[in-house]
Nanobody
């Protein structure tokens, strides 16, 4: 069982930055692929970024490449999402998730709201 808790969301002006954090419970954090998802009102949830257990492999949604960076600290069971050059279309609830495969995320956090004003 893995429990996840996000923090770091908030209100920011367009062009600004935020860093999201997600702390995981459990002893096997490094086994899990960690992903950041987001869901905007009226839209489906989408994968924004993901990183393998070792941190050697990453994935980014095209629209965030060059602006967002996912990283992890396995010693402290934490995954981060650094978000720069934020735009109003980045407004959403952001969730971190953990899975043993890239196609299935078994554990989810409660989400943190990110709002970007124009």
């Amino acid at each position: 069982q893995v429990r996840l808790g996000e923090s770091g969301g908030g209100l920011v002006q367009a062009g600004g930055s935020l860093r999201l954090s997600c702390v995981a419970s459990g002893r096997t954090f490094s086994r899990y692929i960690m992903g950041w998802f987001r869901q905007a009102p009226g839209k489906e949830r989408e994968l924004v970024a993901a990183q393998s257990g070792s941190g050697s492999t990453t994935f980014y949604k095209d629209s965030v490449k060059g602006r967002f960076t996912i990283s992890r600290d396995n010693a402290n069971h934490t995954v981060y999402l650094q978000m720069n050059s934020l735009q109003p279309e980045d407004t959403a609830v952001y969730y971190c998730a953990a899975g043993l495969t890239a196609s299935t995320y078994d554990y989810w956090g409660q989400g943190t709201q990110v709002t970007v004003s124009s």
